[in-house]
Nanobody, 127 residues
Framework: QVQLVESGGGLVQAGGSLRLSCAAS????????VGWFRQAPGKEREFVSA????????LYSDSVKGRSTISRDNARNTVYMQMNSLKPEDTAVYSC????????????????????WGQGTQVTVSS
């Protein structure tokens, strides 16, 4: 059974930092691309960042580019997203998702391309 479990969310002041983790089990994690998505109340889910199975390719939305870094540790079956200079508009539930990597540079930004999803972790940024 595939499981993705997010952690690291919480309440932080504007300008602060958080590191989100996505721990995977039940799959050969090193063969999967992983993405982060977020959904704020009353808004649609949006893409945040993604990383290919090799780690060679990373992709960021314009809203977090320059403030976030996605990385992975395949030995620990975990993907991380370091988020700095957080803003109140970053407040959302952050979910990770995984999909088999078709190439070493495959890091999709579309939710429909992902097969497995975690339950999410809440990030709240106060002003």
């Amino acid at each position: 059974q595939v499981q993705l479990v997010e952690s690291g969310g919480g309440l932080v002041q504007a300008g602060g930092s958080l590191r989100l983790s996505c721990a995977a089990s039940g799959l050969t994690f090193s063969n999967y691309a992983v993405g982060w998505f977020r959904q704020a109340p009353g808004k649609e889910r949006e893409f945040v960042s993604a990383i290919s199975w090799s780690g060679w390719k990373t992709l960021y939305s314009d809203s977090v580019k320059g403030r976030s870094t996605i990385s992975r540790d395949n030995a620990r079956n975990t993907v991380y997203m370091q988020m700095n200079s957080l803003k109140p508009e970053d407040t959302a539930v952050y979910s990770c998702a995984a999909t088999p990597g078709s190439s070493y540079a495959y890091a999709p930004s579309t939710g429909s391309e992902y097969n497995y999803w975690g339950q999410g972790t809440q990030v709240t940024v106060s002003s």
